[in-house]
């Protein structure tokens, strides 16, 4: 067990969720993984990363696997102009390769932002700390957990 996996699991365990993190294999879209576990693509909880361009940090907003980050909003919940966040700093301030990122069991505390269409459904998936793993919770365990704020930020799906 890779030690991403490793630290999610230990947190998953600390916080009383009793899931299994599940190998699905490399799941490119939000899409693949909804179909890997049988599950409705909003119940996804993708890991988005940006970069803010003043602080340098990463900030972290978990959507819904259908919706998009809307730049612009996601900057002004900010506070601070966002791009891009290379592998080595998603690596460095997660512990988590690209593809991977779960939204628990980081190296350090990140800000993050959470989707309010991920609290619609009894029971969302997240990446497990590896491209190849999800784990399923409670949806309203996501936002005490990550500590994220409850934010409109995105462009829905259609």
Not at 10 to 19: F, H, K, S, V, Y
Not at 126 to 154: K, W
Request: proline share 4%; glycine share 10%; aromatic share 6%.
């Amino acid at each position: 067990m890779s030690k991403s996996l490793k630290r999610v699991a230990r947190a998953l365990a600390e916080a009383g969720i009793e899931t299994e993190i599940v190998e699905v294999g490399q799941s490119r879209t939000a899409q693949e993984a909804a179909d890997a576990v049988g599950c409705h693509i909003d119940q996804i909880a993708k890991s988005i990363i940006f970069r803010g361009e003043a602080s340098g940090a990463a900030i972290l907003f978990l959507t819904a696997g259908g919706n998009r980050v809307d730049g612009a909003k996601a900057s002004a919940l900010a506070g601070e102009p966002l791009g891009k966040a290379d592998a080595a700093l998603i690596r460095a301030q997660t512990g988590f390769a690209i593809g991977g990122v779960a939204p628990i069991g980081h190296l350090a505390p990140i800000r993050a932002f959470l989707d309010p269409r991920l609290q619609a459904f009894a029971e969302v998936w997240a990446a497990g700390g590896t491209p190849r793993h999800v784990f399923a919770m409670p949806s309203a365990e996501l936002q005490p957990l990550t500590g994220a704020q409850v934010s409109d930020f995105v462009i829905e799906s259609k």
